[in-house]
């Protein structure tokens, strides 16, 4: 095959592996529980911000400080699903969505008063390292943030079907009041699932600083296409999400380079739209 | 009835009196539109504030020819508001001189209502190149097109890395790649439509949403295309995404050619530290070799500045020297010159203006398109310059009587960076 060809998979595919990472905890807060978060472009924000100071501050890597964030984005997960969502679960959706769109431009307009419109990098030792082998050219960062959602993807795969509380949380995505009557505590369950959703986004936006930048905005540009991955994945499946944020991936890559980059978002909302005709329920969905 | 008398007399003498210090006293009105308030409030007090130095230093010296300078300010938030409040201006404040805007689609939207009213108005710094391509009478710009920006990256390719590198023009392979609002889609056209008209190769003009989140696609078309030069223009946000994954792809070429925005920011060194080094970059002419200056420019230039910043405690850059480079220029040229705010007379007043190069603070000179020309009512001589980062610092480097220093070239490759080596063509 044409290196060129070779080097596009792999740019689609690190590209859409980004795009996995940034979907999975959406997959649980949205795919899951139902619960349609559009802060969830700001949690990632927050999060690069976190990665960004502790960097500055205190010289942690950001691969290193995700065992900070992990942790603390699952507490400010419970927190905020205590505080916002957890009053108006017995409202209609519409009730969730002016929330969290309300929440999402907050915390927006907070990060730009206390941290300025101001474009912020990081400088890691890794920060533009690429691998080379056979011609192709590999990003180290990418490719670490690649094995990271396939590691997270498994391991919350496995934590859904063997442990109590994931199972807990699979009952509560079924039939919240048979859960219920199951014995089941549903707020805590509907906190800890939250908490776990919200540290996936904190790891998400830990390992997107060292090759992107961050801004009090930059969530809006990852939300749309995080919600696209997350529908077309089939709402409920992790698998469905890596898939399908994969497949956006390739698709922008090679529609932007045979095609246009200019077309390359209008090009993959098309196959998203074509794929939602043939199959409603999306890649992985059970109708 | 002596007392009567004198009475009468002083009264009337005290009318006269008054009225004549009133005659004497009757300011020039001028109307200051300007995004003052809202998202584009920063900029746009900061072009305003170039202005005001320029009245203070006429005012000082007694206004023109007796009559002191005042604005009426108006509040153009977005391009709704700057309609309706130019028309207030004009409708209850009188106003026949409007002068502002900053932003090209409040200047587009507003000087719409002052043609139509047959009252000037003086654009200092919004760049769209339609805002002058209407045909209007009573419309005039002082500083460069956003095409401009285009054609001089393409007249620097031609004039001095196409001899530097000893290749022909004609045989030099141009990449061209914009961002797809009207900025990025003004200046990328024009740079392809003049390369194109100086028979060089255009192999690539791509654009894209600068609010995408991957550009690798447009880095790999540059691979396979391998121009000599790029030239690109770019929002903060892509400009930082592109030349990151320019290096991850590694993507070289001989020159790289940014015109304004992203390229020409202080972030955008900061965050590439020595990896923004021997980027050029094109904006309005700051920090030009003082050589250009003719008469007292220079001392005018240095008088503006540091009465800034007094007022202001910070140095002007590029936005408040726009805006006191016009005001100046109307001050200190065309009021005297037509005598009053009638704009039949302001306009026959700027059209007869002719300064050469040298004889503004931005260096270059004016001369104002005539109404039958396409740009009616441009400043012809209005120019942008080109820079390089050398040392994270910018440099001018062209047109030459500009430079202050000498454009390096080739640019080093990644990997060359990486070993610290450069191959600089002498």
Redesign the interface.
Known sequence: MDI?IL??II?GLL?GG?YALISIGLTLIFGVLEIVNFAHGEFLMLAMYAAYWLFQLYGIDPYVSMLIILPLFFLVGIAVQRVTIQPILNAPPLNQIFMTVGLSMVLQNAALFIWTA??R?V?TTY??L?LKTAGL?I?FP?LVAFLLAMGLIAALLIFLQKTYTGKAIRALAQERKAALLMGIDVYRTYQIAFGIGTACVGAAGAMLIP???V?PSVGS??VL?AFVVVVLGGYNSLTGSLVGGLLIGVV??F???FI???L??AIYFVIFILILLFKPTGLFGRA | MKRGVIGIVAVLLLGWGISSVAIAAEPYRIGALFPFTGSLALLGNESFNGAVIAQDMVNEKGGIQGKKVEWVKADGVDPKKAITECERLIAVEKIKLVFGTYSSSLSFAASEIAERNKVIYWEQGAIADNITARGFKYLFRTIARAGDFGNLAVKFTNEVVAPKLKMDPKKIKVGIMFE?SLYGTTVGNSAAKKAKELGMDVVAA????H????????A??FK?KRPDVIIATSY??DS??FW?QA????LNVKAFIGTGAGHGMP?WAK?F?N?ANYIFNIDPPIGINPRVFKGNTLEVLNDFRERFNKKFTHYPATHATAGFMAAHLLFEVVLPKAGSLDPEAVRKAALAVDIPEGGTVFGFGVKFAPPDNPAAGQNLRAIPVLMQWQEQKPWVVYPGTFAVREALMPLPTWEERAKGITKFIK
């Open positions: 060129t080097q596009l740019n590209l980004m101001d474009y990098t400088k920060s533009g690429t050219l990003s990418r090759v992107f930048f801004f540009l990852f296409i922008e890559a529609s932007g380079f246009s980059p200019h390359k978002e | 797809d791509e654009s894209y949403s609010k995408t989140v991957d550009l690798s696609s447009v790999m078309i396979s903060m946000e930082i995404l990151r290096k991850e792809m590694d972030e965050t530290g990896e």
